[in-house]
T-cell receptor, first 115, second 113 residues
Framework: ETGVTQTPRHLVMGMTNKKSLKCEQH?????MYWYKQSAKKPLELMFV???????ENNSVPSRFSPECPNSSHLFLHLHTLQPEDSALYLC??????????????FGPGTRLLVL | QKEVEQDPGPLSVPEGAIVSLNCTYS??????FMWYRQYSRKGPELLMY????GNKEDGRFTAQVDKSSKYISLFIRDSQPSDSATYLC?????????????FGRGTSLIVHP
């Protein structure tokens, strides 16, 4: 496993539920990311936080709400999701969130199923 | 046209074969090129990282970048069943451009004994 952990690993929820995904990085990085990975599609960047400030939001629906209380923790709050939101949600971190290339380190992901 | 094109496969090879995985791209500003390996039910892990054109070798793995053709490759020599995974290419501009990588959709590789 990498220095990025995610909980829960699996989640089943109904469309009216509210749940949260948690990510924690132990690498001393300053940038954190949420990605969505669906079958046969490229990784879709959802949110980027650098030094706890959101720097990018790729037109994600408001039913997904991120929270970054500090540089080690990242949350993704979910509410009134749709079945098409079922996917693997990956968290990643990188050193600084700017400048040269940012090598990203990924967590194991949360497999989400929306019924 | 997608920014990064990668054949999803699956690519099935016998153990010991040389594997060639490829990506093409359209953004000439990309300078940093990465290959990630993703096992089933796991997150991607960085395998190779290359800056600009040229080759980079690490054990059985060789990454090759041809910026003039906008084409990158990952070669795996003496492939093993444990190499069976999905391989994702990723690239970014870096510098004054976007540092956030753009990913290909991944190629599924199966190495059978």
């Amino acid at each position: 496993e990498t220095g990025v952990t995610q909980t829960p690993r699996h989640l089943v929820m109904g469309m009216t539920n509210k749940k949260s995904l948690k990510c924690e990085q132990h690498l001393g990085h300053n940038a954190m990311y949420w990605y969505k990975q669906s079958a046969k599609k490229p990784l879709e960047l959802m949110f980027v936080y650098s030094l706890e400030e959101r720097v990018e939001n790729n037109s994600v629906p408001s039913r997904f709400s991120p929270e970054c209380p500090n540089s080690s923790h990242l949350f993704l709050h979910l509410h009134t999701l749709q079945p098409e939101d079922s996917a693997l949600y990956l968290c990643a971190s990188s050193q600084s969130g700017g400048g040269g290339s940012e090598t990203q380190y990924f967590g194991p992901g949360t497999r989400l199923l929306v019924l | 046209q997608k920014e990064v094109e990668q054949d999803p496969g699956p690519l099935s090879v016998p153990e010991g074969a040389i594997v060639s995985l490829n990506c093409t791209y359209s953004n000439s500003a990309f300078q940093y090129f990465m290959w990630y390996r993703q096992y089933s039910r796991k997150g991607p892990e960085l395998l190779m990282y290359t800056y600009s054109s040229g080759n980079k070798e690490d054990g059985r793995f060789t990454a090759q970048v041809d910026k003039s053709s906008k084409y990158i490759s990952l070669f795996i020599r003496d492939s093993q069943p444990s190499d069976s995974a999905t391989y994702l290419c990723a690239m970014s501009e870096g510098g004054g451009g976007s540092y956030i990588p753009t990913f290909g959709r991944g190629t599924s590789l199966i190495v059978h004994p």
